[in-house]
């Protein structure tokens, strides 16, 4: 029995350094987004941008000369899969680091993973208060919804000064939703405005009868609503149904085209702030822009332009790591650990323009904008940009 037991100890310690002795043959990039799922509705255009971004850097040479390569696994619309996606990329494909999960309801979940297991995270459209504080391996490249939000609520005042009511709506079940309605209250008193109704709903529902009847009731001349694209499209759709008639401004979670085929024409007008504009004058995005539009007779949006920023981050950081030592020299661990210091410690020029972070990993962003829903017919529209 004791010799089992000091063999066992042998043998474990045997692997447990086999493990951290791993060797970097081909430098993997682990990505956790929603590609099933509701969620896919704003995940897809993410899994667009980062493969975007992995042509673009491996035709220009990858890492100093060696391709790298993205391990994609699909983390779902909620935290469970999040979860499972994170553990996979780690132990399974070995990554150096992940750009990942879609929502802030995930990355609350799924990050203390990566950070325990000493991964480095960038979130690419984690908005949330709090996520680059959940640890020092976790940073993101999407800005702080507290930060573009207020952007919206200026814009929809010069496009309608006579604005005076206003009512909020927001899923009460979604770390984002609830952050970023706290947000557009306090941007709302701090203009004036006055918060006629609040009222609550979850991301799964379908039928806001009640949330609308509410709205009608308080004669709010703007709408703000804080949700993700399936239940905010409908939501749009159902107010326009009942005649509401006043700006309504959409948050983050409805900032895709995918959300079209949900209010269709009465998408039309909707105002939403953006992290990204197609004009930016970088050159990575002058190129990302003519390449997307090749491909998809469109501009890219936001989610693709962020993820896109993910990758490039990463890619950035390991170049200047393999400069100093060769990456199929180094360990896993000790290279997932110098990565993440390396991140934060570079400057990018990406597509949403010059990017650095902060100590905490909070992103460094200068510009910001908002766009406005053009509907064609039921089926096309596009973002516009305003002045
Ligand atoms: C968050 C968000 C979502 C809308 C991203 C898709 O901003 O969850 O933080």
Redesign the pocket.
Do not use: E, R, V, Y
């Given at each position: 029995m004791k010799r089992t037991v000091a063999a066992l100890a042998t043998l474990t310690a045997g692997l447990l350094t086999l493990g951290s002795a791993q060797k970097v043959t081909t430098p993997t990039i682990g990505i956790a987004l929603a590609q099933t799922g509701n969620v896919a509705l704003?995940g897809q255009e993410q899994v667009i941008g980062a493969k975007f971004a992995e042509k673009h850097f491996n035709a220009r040479g990858g890492i100093n000369g060696t391709p790298f390569k993205l391990a994609f696994q699909d983390a779902g619309g909620d935290e469970n899969g999040a979860i499972n996606a994170f553990q996979n990329l780690i132990n399974k494909d070995k990554v150096v680091g992940i750009v990942g999960p879609?929502?802030?309801?995930q990355a609350f979940a799924a990050d203390p993973i990566a950070q325990r297991a000493k991964v480095p995270v960038l979130g690419p459209?984690?908005?949330?208060k709090g996520i680059p504080q959940i640890g020092d391996f976790i940073a993101r490249v999407s800005a702080p919804?507290a930060v573009v939000a207020p952007n919206a609520v200026k814009q929809a005042l010069k496009l309608d000064p006579k604005i005076k009511k206003v009512a909020v709506l927001y899923a009460q079940n979604d770390a984002?939703s609830v952050s970023e309605t706290g947000t557009f209250q306090e941007t709302a008193k701090a203009q004036g405005l006055n918060v006629v109704t609040v009222q609550k709903f979850q991301t799964t529902d379908t039928d806001f009868t009640t949330q609308v009847t509410a709205v009608l009731n308080s004669k709010a001349d703007l709408v703000i609503i804080s949700g993700?694209a399936a239940d905010g499209g409908n939501l749009v759709k159902q107010l326009r149904q009942r005649n509401y008639k006043g700006l309504i401004i959409g948050g983050?979670?409805l900032n895709t085209s995918n959300m079209f085929p949900v209010c269709q024409k009465f998408c039309d007008g909707v105002i939403v702030a953006q992290a990204y504009s197609p004009a930016q004058k970088s050159a990575v995005n002058q190129t990302f822009v003519k390449e997307y539009r090749a491909q998809y007779k469109k501009d890219p949006p936001q989610?693709a332009a962020q993820a896109y920023a993910g990758v490039q981050v990463m890619v950035e950081a390991l170049r200047v790591l393999d400069r100093k030592k060769k990456l199929a020299q180094w360990d896993l661990g000790e290279l997932r650990t110098a990565l993440n210091k390396q991140i934060l410690a570079g400057k990018y020029n990406t597509p949403l323009g010059l990017i650095s972070f902060d100590k905490d990993g909070e992103v460094q962003q200068k510009e910001f904008y908002v766009a406005q829903i053009r509907m064609k017919d039921a089926k096309n529209g596009s973002f516009v940009y305003l002045k």
């Open positions: 704003l879609t929502l802030s309801q459209s984690n908005t949330a919804i984002f993700l983050n979670g989610f």
